[in-house]
């Protein structure tokens, strides 16, 4: 599975920004979806989960009611917009793929088989 992420970029607080993650390599619709993201000196943390179909997500608390994650199978791409962004969601975000099973939105990055290279959000005050 190849993942590529894109539309990161610079914005400023209160601003939306909408991330994409084409996948490619496999059936897409196998396959659960994750966000995270990675500040330098800190660990990748989670941001949010999709299953193969889009009925089940799952949010960190610190994006909930912020970011909303969703998927396009027929276009092999997930989502992640961003809206409200705050300084804090300042990182480089990254997605990844779950093969183990596809009915879950797994929030460990234990469960994720693949990644994408990342891409950069930065939001000023």
């Not at 800190?42 to 912020?66: L, P």
């Not at 027929?74 to 989502?79: F, G, L, N, P």
């Given at each position: ?24 390599g ?39 009611g ?6 396009d ?12 962004l ?5 990182a ?10 596809r009915?879950?939105a ?5 469960e ?11 939001v000023?005050?």
């Amino acid at each position: 599975v190849q993942l590529q992420a894109s539309g990161g970029g610079l914005v400023q607080a209160g601003d939306s920004l909408r991330l994409s993650c084409a996948a490619s390599g496999r059936t897409f619709s196998l396959y659960g979806m994750g966000w995270f993201r990675q500040t330098p000196g800190k660990e990748r943390e989670f941001v949010a989960a999709i299953n193969w179909s889009g009925e089940t997500v799952s949010y960190s608390d610190s994006v909930k009611g912020r970011f909303t994650i969703s998927r396009d199978n027929a276009k092999t791409t997930v989502y992640l917009q961003m809206n409200s962004l705050k300084p804090e969601d300042t990182a480089v975000y990254f997605c990844a793929a779950d093969l183990g099973t596809r009915f879950r939105a797994a929030v460990n990055e234990a469960e994720y088989d693949y990644w994408g290279q990342g891409t950069l959000v930065t939001v000023s005050s």
